[in-house]
C-alpha cells in the first residue's frame, strides 16, 4: 500500500511540475487544478490528461495551416476586398469605429456595410426559417450544430436534406462528437446515399495521445444558403428547443438569420471548420458569391473564436462593447460563469452609472453551474447590478445589448468554456434598430423572471453558501 501512494505521489508531482505549472493558464484554473491533483490523486491525473492539459498550441498549429490555405483561396476570389466594398460605411461613432476595429484585429474578414438581419425569438421561427432556407436553396446548403438530436426535429431536417441532396445540390452537414453523441451510426445514411456528405467534430477516440482535447468542443450554430443567406445563434437542433421535454419546460432562445455580405464570414467559418475536421478545401467561387446590392442597412461582424486563437475574440469583444457603455448593459446568458475581466468590467458599468442587467435561468439543466453563477450575486449586487432569474422554464439565449447602438447574438455564454475552450460563433449587429428591438426581448423575459436582491442573498444558509464557493473554486474547470 505503501508503494502505491509513493507511486501517485509521484505522478502528481510529475503532471504538476512537468506540465501544469508550465503552461500557460489563468493562475485560479491552476489552482483549480492544484487541488484536484492533491485530493484526488489518481483521478485527477486521468482528469488531467483529459480535461487539463491545454494541447492548445497543437491545435492552434493545424489551424493556423489551414486559415492559410484558405485565405489564398479566398484571396483568389477577392472576397475580403469585396466586401471591404461593401463596408463603404457611413460616418462612424467613436465607439462603434472602436469596436469594428477591435474585430477588425481579432476575425478573419471585416465587418460589413448592406445587411438584413432578422431576430428570431424562438424555435419554432428559427425551424420554420430553416427548413424554408433548405426547400429554396438553389447552390448549396452547409449545416453545422453543436447539438442534433435523433428526435423527429432531428430527423425532419434530416430529411429535407436528403430532398435537397437527391436533387443535385452539395449538402455538407458537420456536427460535435459530444453534443451529438444521441446520434446513432446510420443516422445520416439516406443522406450519404443522395449524395451528402457529413463529418464530425473531434471524434471520441481513447487513445494514450490525443491530438486535441476531449472537451475542446465545436458549440458553433451555423447554417448557409448559396453563401447569401445564413442562421446562426443559440439554438440546436431537437425538441426540447420548442419546450417539448417535460423535463425541462418551456423554452426562450434567440437565433438571428443574416442575408447580406456578412454571410461570407458564416461561410468562412463553416470552410475551416469542414477543411480542419475533413481535409476538404471548399475553393469554388459558387461558395462565395458577389453581392450586386444591399439586403438591408445593417452593419454585422461575424465574431468567431475558439481554443485554436491567439486572442479569445468573443471575450474580447464582450470585454470592449461593456467598457464602452453609458446607458445600458443588458446580458442574458444560461451559464453565467465570468471570468475576473468580466466580473470587473461588469461592475465598473454599474459603478460609474451604466443600467447593468443580468438574466439567468431560475433552475438550470447543469446544477453546479447555477451554484457556480450564484457566488458571483453578492458582489455585482453590492455595485448595483440588477439581477433577475428567469422562471417560465428555461432561458437558453445569449445575447448583449450596449447602449442603443451594438447588440449580439450567438452561441458564445457568458462563461469561462466559452470563452477560452469552445469554438464559437456571434453575430454583432450595429444600430438602434437592431438593439431597441433585442432590448424589448429582454424586457418581455424580464416579466416572467424575479429580481434577486442583496437581502435575499444574505439569508442563504451556509450550506448553500459552501455549495457555490466550492462551485466556484471549480468553475475554470467548467
Keep these: ?130 427548413l424554408e432556407g433548405i426547400d429554396r436553396a438553389t447552390d448549396h446548403i452547409h449545416v453545422e450544430y453543436y447539438i442534433i438530436q435523433p428526435d423527429r426535429i432531428g430527423q425532419q431536417l434530416r430529411d429535407r436534406l436528403v430532398r435537397r441532396a437527391a436533387d443535385g ?56 444558403f448559396d453563401g447569401r443567406v445564413g442562421l446562426t445563434g443559440g439554438i440546436n437542433v431537437g425538441k426540447e428547443y420548442l419546450g417539448l421535454d417535460p423535463d425541462i419546460g418551456k423554452w426562450r432562445d434567440s437565433h438571428i438569420l443574416i442575408e447580406g455580405p456578412a454571410v461570407l464570414s458564416l461561410q468562412q467559418i463553416f470552410a475551416e471548420d469542414w477543411l480542419l475536421t475533413t481535409g476538404e478545401v471548399l475553393e469554388e467561387l459558387r461558395y462565395y458569391p458577389d453581392f450586386p446590392f444591399r439586403c438591408g442597412n445593417q452593419m454585422v461582424d461575424i465574431v468567431d473564436s475558439g481554443p485554436d486563437r491567439q486572442w479569445s475574440s468573443v ?34 458599468a454599474a459603478l460609474r452609472g451604466v443600467d ?18 450564484r457566488s458571483y450575486y453578492w458582489r455585482l449586487l453590492q455595485a448595483g447590478v440588477r439581477i433577475f432569474e428567469y422562471e417560465r422554464g428555461f432561458v437558453h439565449a445569449k445575447t448583449l445589448v450596449v447602449d442603443d447602438w451594438v447588440g449580439t447574438i450567438g452561441s458564445a455564454n457568458m462563461d469561462i468554456r466559452s470563452f477560452k475552450l469552445n469554438f464559437e460563433v456571434n453575430a454583432i449587429v450595429y444600430g438602434a434598430e437592431f438593439t431597441r428591438e433585442l432590448g424589448q426581448q429582454f424586457i418581455d423575459d424580464l416579466r416572467f423572471s424575479r429580481e434577486i436582491t442583496s437581502e435575499a442573498v444574505a439569508q442563504w444558509g451556509y450550506g448553500k453558501r459552501l455549495g457555490m464557493a466550492f462551485a ?3 468553475s475554470p474547470l467548467l
Design 472 to 474: 466556484r473554486l471549480m
Design 1 to 130: 500500500m505503501t508503494w502505491v501512494w509513493i507511486g501517485l505521489a509521484a505522478a502528481d508531482l510529475f503532471v504538476i511540475f512537468g506540465f501544469l505549472l508550465t503552461e500557460r493558464r489563468a493562475p485560479t484554473a491552476t489552482l483549480a487544478w492544484l487541488l484536484v491533483l492533491l485530493f484526488l490523486p489518481l483521478i485527477g491525473v486521468l482528469f488531467y490528461f483529459l480535461l487539463g492539459a491545454t494541447r492548445a498550441h497543437r491545435l492552434r498549429k493545424r489551424s493556423q495551416a489551414v486559415a492559410e490555405h484558405l485565405d489564398s483561396v479566398l484571396s483568389q476570389h477577392a472576397v475580403e476586398g469585396r466586401m471591404r466594398e461593401q463596408g463603404a460605411f457611413p460616418d462612424l461613432d467613436p465607439s462603434t469605429h472602436a469596436l469594428v476595429a477591435l474585430g477588425q484585429s481579432v476575425t478573419s474578414l471585416p465587418a460589413s456595410f448592406g445587411n438584413r438581419c432578422v431576430i428570431l425569438h424562438n424555435a419554432a421561427k428559427t425551424y420554420r426559417d430553416l
Design 169 to 224: 445540390l452539395p449538402v455538407r452537414v458537420l456536427y460535435d462528437a459530444v453534443g451529438s453523441n444521441k446520434l446513432p451510426h446510420d443516422f445520416w445514411a439516406p443522406l450519404h446515399e443522395a449524395g451528402g456528405k457529413t463529418a464530425v467534430f473531434n471524434p471520441i477516440r481513447f487513445r494514450l495521445r490525443r491530438r486535441d482535447r476531449v472537451d475542446f468542443r465545436n458549440h458553433r450554430k451555423i447554417v448557409v
Design 356 to 373: 447593468v442587467r443580468l438574466l439567468v435561468p431560475f433552475k438550470s439543466d447543469i446544477p453546479v453551474i447555477s451554484l457556480a453563477s
Design 315 to 348: 471575450h474580447q469583444i464582450f470585454f470592449q462593447a461593456i467598457a464602452l457603455s453609458r446607458k445600458r448593459v443588458w446580458v442574458t446568458s444560461p451559464y453565467f460563469v465570468p471570468d475576473p475581466v468580466i466580473e470587473e468590467s461588469l461592475i465598473a
